[in-house]
């Protein structure tokens, strides 16, 4: 990374938008990580290699569209012949109470906790887990989980994640990119996604908006009076900040602005 530029600088600023599509949206997604195609397949090589390293007998070569009913041989009797199936799991909230980022788990036997057989295995991330650092001598999975956690957040890529296989996902995930058709469905899954967010921890459904606003209203006050307090300390880093007070690093940079002028 540059001397003279923080990894802040890489984020857009308040009321500006990224180039960037939010890889979270289904839409974004399958046009990022299309099998089917040559580059959004290559793409998605690298990302299941990286994150499936530890699970995988060997590096996956190649990746295409296949029904899993397809694995079974039709006859009498039925043969099955199921192949390995590795189920993946991207959460915006936190689902375990350790500090671990991914958690990875398969069938075992209950007796002698070994493993009980190859087919079904599940890897899950939480992405709010993921800290706003990134450097370039971090590992290939932590690259992955700050590109899926920030992306539609930046402006550009930092140096520590600017290498090919990011430069080549980043132009698969521009939204300059889409369609007229694939921008407006891009859009509406969005602010659809977002709505059904905003709902679904409303105690009556009648009720969730003005429960929610209240709600939030305060939280996000005591947050922003906890983040002045400890800009004020001035002993903190920005992405300290935000880890305590629960604020975003991008609302710690604005309030941090605010307090120095």
């Known amino acids: 990374m540059s001397e003279n530029k923080s990894l802040e600088d890489y984020l857009v600023k308040p009321g500006e938008q ?19 195609k040559p580059t ?16 995988l007998k060997r590096p996956i070569k190649n990746v295409w569209t296949r029904n899993v009913a397809n694995q079974a041989e039709l006859g009498i009797g039925w043969k099955f012949d ?22 990875r788990a398969t069938v075992t036997d209950l007796e002698t906790n070994e493993k009980f057989m190859d087919s079904y295995n599940f890897t899950v991330v939480e992405l709010a887990k993921v800290p706003f650092f990134i450097e370039s ?14 992306l539609n957040r930046l402006k550009e890529l930092p140096p520590a ?46 009720f969730a908006d003005d429960v929610n606003a209240k709600v939030e209203e305060g939280v996000a006050n005591r947050n922003r009076e ?33 307090a120095e002028t």
């Open 18 to 36: 990224s180039p960037f599509a939010n890889l979270l949206v289904d839409l974004a997604f399958k046009k990022a990580f299309d099998p089917d």
């Open 82 to 103: 199921i192949k390995p199936t590795y189920v993946i799991a991207f959460t915006r909230h936190r689902m375990f109470e350790d500090g671990r980022i991914v958690h």
């Open 161 to 206: 994640i600017n290498e090919r296989k990011f430069k080549q996902l980043t132009e698969s995930s521009k939204v300059s990119k889409f369609s007229k058709e694939e921008f407006e469905a891009y859009q509406k899954m969005f602010h659809a996604e977002w709505d059904h967010n905003a709902l679904k921890n409303s105690f009556f459904e009648e």
């Open 40 to 55: 959004s397949r290559e793409n998605l090589v690298n990302l299941l290699n990286d994150l499936l390293a530890p699970q």
């Open 226 to 258: 906890s983040a002045k307090r400890m800009i004020a300390d001035g002993k903190l880093s920005n992405e300290e900040i935000a880890s305590y007070s629960g604020l975003s690093i991008e609302d710690v940079v604005v309030l941090r602005s605010l």
């Open 137 to 150: 001598k971090s590992d290939s999975l932590s690259k992955w989980l700050f590109f899926f956690r920030y």
